[in-house]
Nanobody, 119 residues
């Protein structure tokens, strides 16, 4: 059974940094696209950053130049480095990955990790 486990969230002051990790475990043949989403109460979940299996990245305009998405295929782990954090970055962050366990490819989500930016 494939599972994504997130870590790295917490409380940080404005201007600070955090690195989120998303580790996949289970019967994994390959991981295709990976992404990070965030959601606040009463707001639609939004895509923050994504990365393809080949390493191509995309970012939401609000985080360009501040966030960096990466992946370590050998460890089946994705990362989101967040710098210059501000209050608008406060949200629950979810990792997402399209994972092929054998012939079947499915969309998996992490449990979510809270990021709070406050002085």
């Amino acid at each position: 059974q494939v599972q994504l486990v997130e870590s790295g969230g917490g409380l940080v002051q404005p201007g600070g940094s955090l690195r989120l990790s998303c580790a996949a475990s289970g019967r994994i043949f390959s991981i295709n696209a990976m992404g990070w989403y965030r959601q606040t109460p009463g707001k639609q979940r939004e895509l923050v950053a994504s990365i393809t299996s080949g390493g191509s990245t995309n970012y939401a305009d609000s985080v360009k130049g501040r966030f960096t998405i990466s992946r370590d295929n050998a460890k089946n782990t994705g990362y989101l480095q967040m710098n210059s954090l501000n209050a608008e970055d406060t949200a629950v962050y979810y990792c997402n990955a399209k994972i092929r366990s054998h012939y079947y490819t499915a969309d998996y989500w992490g449990q979510g990790t809270q990021v709070t930016v406050s002085s």
